[in-house]
Structure formats: structure tokens, C-alpha cells
């Protein structure tokens, strides 16, 4: 179930924002976020790590899913 949450951040005469620690915390941001308009809305989307994303086994799968998009790479410079 997801949680309603809402926040009021004041926007710095040079556009910043500061994404409050929850928000932070809940959608592991660290770094970098994409913002997206879609639909008359902006979206914020965090980017992250794909090692952080498999835990312990992080760097062995980060090289799986390397080899996945090389492969897939290559098919697709096959169907060309």
C-alpha cells in the first residue's frame, strides 16, 4: 500500500530545491534524479545505482546485466 505524502520546499533564486530526507530515504536518491514533464505534471525519478539495486551480489550482477545490453546490442546491429 502506498503512502499519501505531500510537501511544501521553497524554490532558491537559482530554481534548487531540497527533496526532504523521507522522500530521499524511501526512493534512495543519493546523487542524481531525472525530472520529466508528462502529462502536465512534473515527475521526479531517482537514479539508481544498479549495485545497489542487487545488494551483496551487486557487482556480479551489475557485469550480468553489462553483458545482457552487449548482447542485445549486437542483435540489434544484426537485424540492420
Known amino acids: 500500500m502506498d503512502v499519501y505524502m ?3 520546499v521553497k524554490v532558491s533564486r537559482k530554481g534548487q ?3 526532504p530526507i523521507e522522500i ?3 526512493f534512495m ?3 542524481k534524479v531525472v525530472i520529466r514533464v508528462e ?6 525519478i531517482p537514479v ?3 549495485d545497489k539495486l542487487f545488494g551483496a551480489d551487486g557487482e556480479a550482477m ?3 546485466a553489462r553483458e545482457i545490453s552487449r548482447e542485445r546490442l549486437r542483435e540489434i546491429a544484426n537485424e540492420k
Open 6 to 8: 505531500e510537501f511544501v
Open 17 to 19: 530545491i531540497t527533496i
Open 24 to 26: 530521499r530515504r524511501r
Open 29 to 31: 536518491i543519493s546523487d
Open 39 to 44: 502529462d502536465g505534471e512534473i515527475k521526479i
Open 48 to 50: 539508481i545505482p544498479m
Open 62 to 64: 551489475v557485469e550480468v
